[in-house]
T-cell receptor, first 113, second 114 residues
Framework: AAGVIQSPRHLIKEKRETATLKCYPI?????VYWYQQGPGQDPQFLIS???????DKGSIPDRFSAQQFSDYHSELNMSSLELGDSALYFC????????????FGPGTRLTVL | QKEVEQNSGPLSVPEGAIASLNCTYS??????FFWYRQYSGKSPELIMS????GDKEDGRFTAQLNKASQYVSLLIRDSQPSDSATYLC??????????????FGKGTLLTVNP
């Protein structure tokens, strides 16, 4: 079965650079969630999209923005990167109507030097 | 106080034993409850979902939910070394529309010793 795809899987950036993370949800899933997981931490909700519109917003810094495109893939754009942004970034997709079950992608490991 | 609380462990059990993982949550409007397994450096993998009070069994896994006590648990029977991982309790509640964000506990590290 098709799963959530994320790219790139690993990314190394310098401080103050920008990064773009991509997420391709499971086919026919129209809702995408982004989570950030720091070392030894639990995943923290960043932002979500339903039918290409932002549906909810969590602890996402103003330096980050995201959008969902017509093909339902989503991109998380991160600017002015800081050392503290080093984390695993997960995208999860959800088939609306299935009681909130979310399927996670493999994640992007971002390292900021 | 974190909205979802778990014992961080580590919880160590011998192979073949029952592992018991517990979770409490603070938001009474929470409607859906999940257990995810996460290996180090990997993404969370859904193990169980439960929505109604009582028990739900799937193979070696049993989830238990008590909404009055705001408590959810996961039992793993016949524990195997491959079950060694961090188990994340996650909760969401329908606050309207499509707002089903998950709130996670900090996870319980389980080690199953051969």
């Amino acid at each position: 079965a098709a799963g959530v795809i994320q790219s790139p899987r690993h990314l190394i950036k310098e401080k103050r650079e920008t990064a773009t993370l991509k997420c391709y949800p499971i086919p026919r899933h129209d809702t995408v969630y982004w989570y950030q997981q720091g070392p030894g931490q639990d995943p923290q909700f960043l932002i979500s999209f339903y039918e290409k519109m932002q549906s909810d917003k969590g602890s996402i810094p103003d330096r980050f923005s995201a959008q969902q495109f017509s093909d339902y893939h989503s991109e998380l754009n991160m600017s002015s990167l800081e050392l503290g942004d080093s984390a695993l970034y997960f995208c999860a997709s959800w088939p609306l109507g299935e009681r909130g079950v979310q399927f996670f992608g493999p994640g992007t490991r971002l390292t900021v030097l | 106080q974190k909205e979802v609380e778990q014992n961080s462990g580590p919880l160590s059990v011998p192979e073949g034993a029952i592992a018991s993982l517990n979770c409490t949550y603070s938001d009474r409007v929470s409607q859906s409850f999940f257990w995810y397994r996460q290996y180090s450096g990997k993404s969370p993998e859904l193990i169980m979902s439960i929505y109604s009070n009582g028990d739900k069994e799937d193979g070696r896994f049993t989830a238990q939910l008590n909404k009055a006590s705001q408590y959810v648990s996961l039992l793993i029977r016949d524990s195997q070394p491959s079950d060694s991982a961090t188990y994340l309790c996650a909760v969401n509640g329908n606050s309207g529309g499509s707002n089903y964000k998950l709130t996670f506990g900090k996870g319980t590290l389980l080690t199953v010793n051969p």
